[in-house]
């Protein structure tokens, strides 16, 4: 993390204009973020008061025993320059470029999967985007909804409390819910996180997010990617194999004809694929049970996916001392 972060430190200086009042280093708040993912801290108030009295947090961020605690507007106030730098992406590459980490990884296999973050808007403020069903006056914050019987669509509604989420259901028999989509790309040598994205929850995300990172990572390389039963689908897999990659997909049993036939599923390779994809559930689980990212606490396409990818980063960072270690 700090060979990481020391790489970042020109781009940092980019985003800081000289001049001015002296701001709180960029390193430290990566760094207090970094531990409210390691120890699931609900919200950024929450971590300043423990940095109070914690001094495992005060020695890791940087500060010393008797400095003064940052106001929590401080994350508010530079969330939006971080953003601009595309920090935590800039931040994940540069972990997973490190020399020592970059022996661990595999160039040829990964797997790939999406999951839902639960937007932080309730379903109350999924309106109408013509305004047509406006809350009586008088009838408070948290009036009364009765939704049988109106149909809704993400063409025809939409949250007034977050815009950018999506009204969506991963599958039958699961409820709608207002949400993002997450995706990530692992190496199958260890499952380790190479690419983390956040896309609007559409029917088509998974798979074109899928093309997008597989299409980063190999860079022209020959490669497999393993996934599951939602991404048989034939044009998926046939622009896959257009970009040289070979499709490890799960073929679906709906009854419907899977795009994966004998060519690719008489393979060893196949079933071996198939069977470290699922290792990419591992770093999904930690992300949202862990560092309680079940459900954002920010709004917008931009935060939540900047937050994501964050989250993501600190992920392998609680994975690689062990890997390292074994490995020396």
């Not at 046939?238 to 036939?261: E, K």
């Not at 196949?270 to 709004?299: C, D, N």
Request: glycine share 8%; proline share 3%; with cysteine.
């Amino acid at each position: 993390m700090n060979a990481a972060l020391a790489q970042l430190s020109a781009q940092f200086e980019a985003l800081y204009a000289s001049g001015g009042r002296p701001s709180i280093a960029p390193e430290k708040l990566l760094r207090a973020l970094l531990l409210q993912a390691f120890y699931g801290v609900r919200s950024e108030r929450q971590l300043m008061e423990q940095v109070t009295y914690n001094m495992l947090f005060r020695w890791f961020i940087g500060l010393s025993m008797d400095a003064l605690v940052w106001d929590v507007t401080v994350f508010t106030k530079n969330r939006e320059r971080l953003l601009a730098g595309d920090v935590a992406v800039s931040f994940l590459r540069a972990v997973m470029a490190d020399p020592a980490v970059k022996r661990l990884l595999s160039t040829e296999h990964f797997s790939v999967d999406g999951t839902l973050i639960d937007a932080w808007a309730s379903m109350k403020s999924f309106r109408p985007k013509d305004g047509s069903d406006e809350p009586s006056p008088g009838a408070g914050r948290n009036a009364e909804r009765d939704f049988r019987g109106e149909k809704r669509s993400n063409e025809t509604h939409a949250s007034t409390a977050d815009p950018d989420a999506r009204l969506y259901r991963k599958s039958n028999g699961q409820p709608s819910r207002l949400c993002f989509m997450s995706h990530l790309l692992i190496e199958n040598r260890h499952g380790l996180i190479v690419d983390a994205r956040t896309t609007h929850a559409t029917g088509r995300a998974e798979r074109e997010t899928a093309e997008a990172m597989i299409q980063a990572a190999t860079r022209g390389r020959r490669a497999t990617l393993g996934a599951d039963k939602a991404y048989d689908a034939a044009k998926h897999v046939a622009r896959l194999r257009a970009i040289g990659v070979t499709p490890h997909v799960a073929q679906h049993n709906s009854g419907r004809r899977s795009a994966i036939d004998g060519r690719t599923t008489r393979h060893a390779g196949y079933r071996i694929s198939q069977r470290l994809r699922k290792r990419i559930e591992e770093p999904f689980g930690w992300i949202k049970s862990v560092a309680g990212l079940r459900k954002t606490r920010h709004r917008g396409l931009a935060r939540v996916g900047w937050m994501f990818t964050l989250t993501a980063a600190a992920s392998n960072l609680v994975r690689l001392p062990k890997l390292l270690a074994g490995a020396t």
